[in-house]
């Protein structure tokens, strides 16, 4: 392996020497082909919306669409050697938390002003493009998590933490074989779903303008405390077993609307439906999805963002979305078509409404898998309070990014 | 201009039986020579020497794939050792690769003698178990995380029912702290058909003679076994130990394909760390961080540690079969 990754580096080092004697020359002759990197689709008719999308664009704009299809655990390192070599695409999806990375090292480009009208699009999904107020992308969908409920074991879905914990406490004692909520783990995915539980009591994880940590306050040790008093109606040694909440082996859990169709297709006996997530002081949820970008040393920016607003218009943004497995950004698309996503997708909307952006910092990544997450694990596995946890986290994390507050 | 010292110096006569010229150029079957392996020493040069003297280079500097690499001299090795604000988790997956190594590798040797000498033993259908043990090490390696998931399940899984007829509770194997790096080592050494296979070889190599003397003079099989196989076969093992040492401390595929599950979710080294060995952080720090200088700079710490390492067993372990 060790080869494999210093081969993988260096192997992109001499690519890079290989494009730039290449030069760019002779393409000015050619007909326009704009390259567009995307994940692989979900499903085949996803596959047919995408094609249709292309078709429509090229025979509007008279122009070539490529796109290059990548399996979505391979994009970031695919995408990162493509850099490196200097062979990028003109415009690609990216991961929200890279949009500031990226951006800050100039590897993609700000959207030109007057380019699109800003208010044409949901603000949480816009503002995970923004960095330093700027805007470098364009949200192609979102999505949030909510709340998943067995219907046989949940008869009306709670919607405050204390309703939260009665509910688990009750399903563990009429059955203990039976888990009250799949309470989400310390590693990165908990840290992602984390920041829901966080502003649901009010508080958030930082504040970039003054640089200070916020989520070792109050809210943040109430929202961990809340995953902590979970786990004795809700242990382990159930919830960590394939699918629990599928095979009816927990009342509750916390997932997005991917889950909705494929839980449907493969247990179509299980009656479960989606609520908003439960809340201490206000609703709130976090926010994920696929923004768009397009490379500074791409060609083409014109046609880029021309195809990148063909996508989020009010006309096209539903279906593609749908197609991302998401909900549509455009505020028109998705008021328009909101009817026709069905009941279970209802929470959702609501969760988006409520969306707060990750910090559009370029170590949260790292910040999120390094020092939340095992913070959230350590209060987890009861080594250490929540407020330690919190604390201890806080500081790293401000020594991390050199802040003062 | 000669000089008269060397004038007076006797010709140069080649020593008797060896050439004049030097080996390997001018010679047309050398040219050929050359063509024959060019293959593989082109592949060598651009693919394993460019590349490792690159990443060197690289771990001097704080490349990270996107910006032009600086230079940073020493910088990425004395953060790697001292500084635990950066890299968090460094000696963390030091700690976990050593635990993994020590339990993985006595494992996966005991457990390949062990199937050698079955299949050593048995006279009808060794081709068959031969294949049958060898199945896990060319099944898939996202297959192979699959089927342990499952069977370390804690509700379903067979690992727990097999444990619970000698009256075990069962275990929540993947997701205690303590039971991760028996649990990965456990899946090492059902990995283990190649140790196996070279093992067979071993035992083969053992002339019948010693065996029959050692019936004529009265030992047993166990005694034989001690005696005789443990002895014969060092020579092997200290090559299984070599090379079993250097993959173990590599290990890589298997703790991210056995924690990648869920759609590639969680890849951050299982339960508080439990399972973040070496070069998944390395692969982290490289793809997911943003801090390719500092992988590069891992994987040269690993390189020199691995050379040491190798060269104490050299050192201190009997190679010789006696």
Partial sequence: MIRRVTGAAAGMALLAGLVACGGDNGTASEATTLTYWMFQDRTPQAGEVVEKLRADFEKANNVTVKIVKIPKDDYNTKLGSAVAAGTVPDVGILDQPLVARYALDGTIKEVPAGTVDEKIYYEGALNTNKVNDKLYGLPLDHTAVALFYNKKLVPTPPKTWDELKATAAKIHQADPKIAGMVVPKGDG?????????????????????????????????????????????????????????????????????????????????????????????????????????????????????????????????????????????????????????????????????????????????????????????????????????????????RALLKWNG | MASPVLANKPAVTPPPGRRRRRPGFGRRDHVIGWLLIAPAVIYFVIFLLYPALAALYYSFTDWNLRTAPNWVGLANYTDLLFDDVKYPHFWKSVQVTLQYTL????????????????????????????????????????????????????????????????????????????????????????????????????????PDSIREAAIIDGAGPVQRFWKIVVPMLRPTTFYLLVTGVIAALQVFGLVYVIFSGGGGRSVTGGPEQAGLTYVLHLYLFAFRYDAMGAACAMSFILFVFIMIITALQFKFVKQEAS
């Avoid at chain 1, 779903?193 to 003054?210: H, N």
């Avoid at chain 1, 169709?261 to 696929?290: Q, R």
């Avoid at chain 1, 026709?340 to 409520?354: C, I, S, Y």
Wanted: hydrophobic share 45%; charged share 15%.
């Fill in chain 2, 103 to 206: 339990i993985a590798v006595p494992l996966t040797l005991g457990t390949a003698l062990v199937q050698a000498l079955l299949i050593n033993a048995i006279r009808r259908g060794s081709n068959l178990f031969r294949l049958l043990l060898f199945l896990p090490v060319v099944t898939a390696e996202a297959a192979v995380g699959a089927i342990w998931r499952w069977l370390y399940d804690p509700q379903y899984g067979l690992v727990n029912t097999l444990i619970g007829i000698f009256g075990i509770p069962p275990q929540n194997w993947l997701n205690t702290p303590d039971l991760v790096i028996p649990a990965l080592s456990f899946i090492a050494a059902w990995q283990c058909g190649i140790s196996m296979i070279i093992y067979l070889a071993g035992l083969k190599g053992i």
């Fill in chain 1, 189 to 397: 995915y908990g840290g992602w779903m984390w920041p829901g539980f966080l502003g649901a009591a009010g508080g958030s994880l930082v504040d970039e303008k003054s640089k200070k940590i916020l989520f070792d306050q109050q809210p943040g040790v109430d929202a961990l405390q809340l995953w902590v008093d979970l786990l004795p109606s809700s242990p382990r040694q159930i919830t960590d077993s394939d699918k629990p909440f599928e095979n009816g082996l927990a009342g509750m859990m916390i997932s997005g609307p991917w889950d909705v169709a494929t839980i449907k297709a493969d247990f179509p006996d299980l009656e479960f439906s989606t609520a908003p997530l439960p809340y201490k002081t206000e609703p709130s949820g976090n926010i994920g999805g696929e923004n768009a970008v397009v490379f500074s040393k791409g060609k083409n920016a014109d046609l880029a963002w021309k195809w990148l607003t063909f996508l989020t218009n009010a006309q096209n943004n539903t279906t593609l979305a749908q197609a991302l497995g998401g909900f549509p950004t455009n505020i028109e698309a998705a008021e328009r078509d909101a009817a026709t996503f069905g009941p279970d997708q209802a929470a959702f909307l609501e969760q988006l409404k409520v969306a707060q952006a990750r910090p559009a910092l370029p170590e949260w990544i790292q910040i999120n898998d390094e020092i939340i997450a095992p913070a959230i694990e350590s209060a987890l596995s009861g080594k250490v309070t929540s407020q330690q946890a919190l604390t201890e986290a806080a500081d790293k994390t």
